[in-house]
Each structure stands twice: as C-alpha cells, then as structure tokens.
C-alpha cells in the first residue's frame, strides 16, 4: 500500500509563500503521474499542478507562474512552491499519485494539508 503524507500548509498572508511536500513511501519512479490538487470549501476538487513520466509539467491558469512543482527522487518526495500566495489559492490540499500497469490503475491520496491566506 502505498502512503503519501503531505506537510507544509499553514497561515499565510497575501502575498506570502509556503513550500508544501509530499512524502512517498516507495519511488517516486514507480509512478506514471503525480501531482497536486486542491479543494475549497463548497468547490470540486482540482488539479493545480501535475507532471508525467513523459515529462509533461501542467499547471492551472490560476496559479501559472506562482507555483512550482518538483521533485527529490533520492527522498521521494514532490514539493509545491507557492508563492504570491492570494485569499483564492485557500484551500485543502492533497498529493496525488498514478500508477498503471497495463490495463489497472491505482490512485493514491495523501490526507491532505490546509492552507489558508489571509490578513
């Protein structure tokens, strides 16, 4: 079974940064995709940021040019950099992970960390 545990959220004020992660318990190798989501009170869930083995990066229009996604294949662990952080980009947020094997796919989700921007 895989885990992912995700740490770093917190208060920010508007215009602030936090650095959330996301720790693997295997390779991040292993996976096909992964990537972070998040969702607000009352809204669907959505993909912020995301990457494939293929090598494509994909970011919301919403938070182009603000965040960053990477990783640290030695630590197994994805990161979000979030910078210039707005009221709207409150949310919970939660790592996700991909795994396909020719025709199965597995999906795995951290618990999620809370990350609220206010004054």
């Known amino acids: 079974q895989v885990q992912l545990v995700e740490s770093g959220g917190g208060l920010v004020q508007p215009g602030g940064s936090l650095r959330l992660s996301c720790a693997a318990s295997?390779?991040?190798?292993?996976?096909?995709?992964m990537g972070w989501y998040r969702q607000a009170p009352g809204k669907l869930r959505e993909l912020v940021a995301g990457?494939?083995?293929?090598?494509?990066?994909s970011y919301s229009d919403s938070v182009k040019g603000r965040f960053t996604i990477s990783t640290d294949n030695v630590k197994n662990t994805l990161y979000l950099q979030m910078n210039s952080l707005k009221p709207e980009d409150t949310a919970v947020y939660y790592c996700?992970?991909?795994?396909?094997?020719?025709?199965?796919?597995?999906?795995?989700w951290g618990r999620g960390t809370q990350v609220t921007v206010s004054s």
């Open positions: 996700h992970a991909r795994e396909r094997r020719g025709l199965l796919e597995d999906n795995y």
């Open positions: 295997r390779s991040i190798f292993s996976f096909n995709a």
């Open positions: 990457f494939t083995s293929g090598g494509t990066t």
